[in-house]
């Protein structure tokens, strides 16, 4: 029998640590100065998500939405496991996989099958499925002549190929990703959009961060609008963006 696959936020809160220096003015002393250089920064603790919750089941397509600086990519970040919360509860069912940074984990002294097997390990695969992936990561890339040159000779648009193909190289249950690949060479774009279709619809749940309002009323059937770490909005897409356009406008109050 198959598993419920879920993704539950329940009043999530995140404070990470900031650091700021205490500012002098030029006509300070050259020793003050010095001696201001030479000061340890004071640690503060920000506030950069609170109390933020959701319910999601099989079938749900989340759209987060916000101002630059709202804390999307924060969340997302927390969603798949990179930053543990401060308060609340993040309880998952099923196989996560995210579309963020996609050079995130890269070795740049690695050879390409070597980064390949590394980041396949560290996305969960077993040794044995990472290496039976290699020639389909490869020959999606188009780096299929470039399997032992190490990392650092790669452009940035191979670079980018390659951590696209490894990261959709398998099907996860849960896909949390920011935007929709949408750059780099014409060919490999429409390739890699028809991949991602096929990962959007064959994924349980799907959480998407974008600007895109087209793409998101389209894909998605549930929404967040966040602002300043907090869930100002939550309903259906049409729902958030008619509100999301309001606060763009100048029109709602925080």
């Known amino acids: 029998m198959k598993n419920e696959v879920f993704l539950r936020a329940k009043g999530i809160g995140l404070d990470l640590p900031t650091y700021t220096q205490e500012q002098r003015t030029i006509k ?14 004071k640690r503060k603790m920000r506030t950069t998500l609170d109390d933020v919750s959701f319910d999601l089941g099989a079938g749900d397509r989340l759209a987060i939405v916000g ?3 709202a804390g999307k990519s924060t969340l997302l970040k927390v969603l798949v496991g990179a930053y543990p919360p401060t308060r609340g509860v993040l309880e998952v069912s099923g196989a996560r996989q995210a579309l963020l940074n996609l050079s995130l984990g890269f070795n740049q002294e690695a050879t390409l099958i070597e980064n390949i097997l590394l980041r396949g390990i560290a996305m969960g695969l077993k ?6 992936i290699v020639d389909e990561v490869l020959d999606f890339a188009e780096l299929t002549n470039k399997t032992g040159d190490r990392l650092r000779t790669l452009s940035s648009g191979q670079r980018m190929r390659l951590g ?9 249950e849960i896909l949390i ?25 064959s994924a349980e749940i799907v959480v998407l961060a974008s600007h895109n309002f087209a793409l998101m ?16 909005r939550a309903g259906t897409v ?9 606060l763009l406008q100048g029109q709602a109050h925080v």
């Open 67 to 69: 101002r630059n600086g």
């Open 127 to 132: 040794a044995k499925e990472a290496h039976a």
């Open 164 to 172: 696209f193909a490894l990261a959709t190289a398998v099907q996860h």
């Open 217 to 232: 009323e389209n894909v998605c059937n549930k929404a967040i609008l966040l602002e300043d770490g907090e869930v100002y």
């Open 238 to 246: 049409a729902e958030v963006l008619a509100d999301f356009r309001l």
């Open 28 to 41: 300070a002393s050259l020793s003050v100065l010095l001696q201001a250089a030479f000061q340890p920064p």
């Open 177 to 201: 990703m920011d935007e929709w690949i949408g750059t780099g060479d014409a060919g490999f774009v429409q390739k890699a959009q028809e991949r991602m279709r096929v990962r959007v619809d």
